[in-house]
């Protein structure tokens, strides 16, 4: 089966700030992964979700969704895309319409009112049904995250691309909107793009990841296998700088992680 | 150096909160947003919006500072009691060189300072004395910031979620020139929600609920043996690994499905 995202050889080059934000990146993503992108500010991954979602062009190299180039192509012609692949961004407060209410929201990807649609995708992202009827600014940070997760899932999309997601939400509210998408993911079999700087939400979501500095991947491959075997020295440092709860409860109770 | 919060009490959103820092004590306050721990730190700063106000006792070396005049606390911040903020940007005047803004607070505390380029070489950034914030990176800025909260040695040095803007490498670096650069004898009161990160630099911890501090003690004690539900939610919330491995913890109390902007994005 061929891939759902090809990307070959993509550059993206800022001329007036005289940026390389991308330098020849490749990879594919497979239909069902759960496809991780992680790095650093200025590592490129914002630029890199603006084009798998061909919302710019690249300098050079190809883009193809579903086997059909959608780096080249005028915006008329993507209708396949913009139904097929949705994206839920970081902040949740930006990206819904303050004067909207949620059912109009959620309903406004499907072109036309479904009050029976609208209802069952509150009840899939554990929403109330009274939620319909109220707007935004009603509901706090995760409660819209599980909004914007409604609107992107309201045409049947086959893939999901989550940029930072979780980042600004409170730990324990991240954990329910992680476990929620990958319910989601399972349950609508969707495939899944999922950008963050956060290496542990990545490991915890994803099945396959790939490491971005200065905008090349510097490493790429399974989970597990990135996690406990770094190979790139790039992968090794950011894996020793991130916070990590269970070696800190390791060494406060004196070696054993699992009395923690 | 002692701290000393009784009783402290703004509106409804912090609720008789006491505790207690020593000389040379590092402390953290973890909670999530809207637990009321930035409040605290603003109301020991005297740095409340004019619509809250805080009642209670915040005592430094035995003196009220609840109360005290905007005089007696401008002579105090930045000199024995100074504070570092989540985001870099807004602390710096992005129309000031670095170097000018480092050495601040020995022009308003009329003394005589180190130069500019000696506090910033001890954040690890010799050399960019004539930049201007917007040409550093954010955790680069984070330096400055902290340069100038250290410049005149404080005794106590409040950091309200120092590296939550920032990359983990950068962090990493953040958090341990806090920890090398704070005086032997000055505390720290150091604002989290990261427990990883309380972890690593705190030896106590608070745990603050609802404007309330529902559990305290030694992080050892506190993240390893948790008694209050909340913390053991939050432990559990926050290991991503366990999660992975028991799907479904339950969210702590509170987190979901109460007022509406519980648990709001930062």
Known sequence: MSPVIEVRNLTRRYARRDVEALRGVSFDVDAGQRFGIVGESGSGKSTLVRLLAALDRPTSGTVSFAGRRIDNVPERKLGFLRSSMQIVFQDPMGSLDPRMRVRDIISEPLGRRSPERVASLLEAVGLPAEAASRYPHQFSGGQRQRISIARALAPNPSVLLADEPVSALDVSVRAQILDLLARLVAEFSLTLVFVSHDLGVVRHVCDRVAVMRRGEIVEIGAVEDVYETPQHEYTRELLAAAPNLRAELARLSGGSAENA | ?266
């Open chain 2, 1 to 266: 150096m002692t701290l000393m919060v009784e009783g402290l009490r703004v509106a409804d959103l912090v609720r008789d909160v006491s505790f207690f820092l020593g000389a040379g004590e590092r402390v953290g306050l973890i909670g999530e947003s809207g637990s009321g721990k930035s409040l605290t730190a603003l109301s020991i700063m005297g740095l409340l919006p004019d619509e809250l106000r805080a009642t209670g006792s915040v005592r430094l070396n035995d003196r009220e500072l609840l109360g005290a005049s905007e005089r007696e606390l401008s002579r105090l911040r930045g000199n024995g009691l100074s504070m570092v903020f989540q985001e870099p940007m807004t602390a710096l005047n992005p129309a000031m060189r670095v170097g000018r803004q480092v050495t601040e607070p020995f022009r308003v505390h009329g003394r005589r300072g180190r130069p500019a380029d000696e506090l910033l070489a001890a954040v690890g950034l010799p050399g960019t004395a004539r930049a201007y914030p917007h040409q550093l990176s954010g955790g680069q800025r984070q330096r400055v910031v902290l340069a100038m909260a250290l410049a005149n040695e404080p005794s106590l040095l409040i950091c309200d979620e120092p590296t939550t803007a920032l990359d983990v490498t950068v962090q990493a670096q953040i958090l341990s020139l806090i920890k090398g650069s704070l005086a032997e004898d000055a505390a720290l009161l150091f604002i989290t929600h990261d427990l990883a990160v309380v972890a690593s630099v705190c030896e106590r911890v608070l745990v603050m609920l609802d404007g309330e501090i529902v559990e305290r003690g030694s992080t050892r004690a506190v993240l390893t043996t948790p008694q209050h539900e909340y913390t053991k939610a939050l432990l559990a919330a926050s290991d991503l690994e366990a999660l992975g491995e028991s799907r479904g913890a339950r969210p702590p109390a509170g987190a979901w499905g109460s007022a509406p902007e519980d648990g709001a994005s930062r």
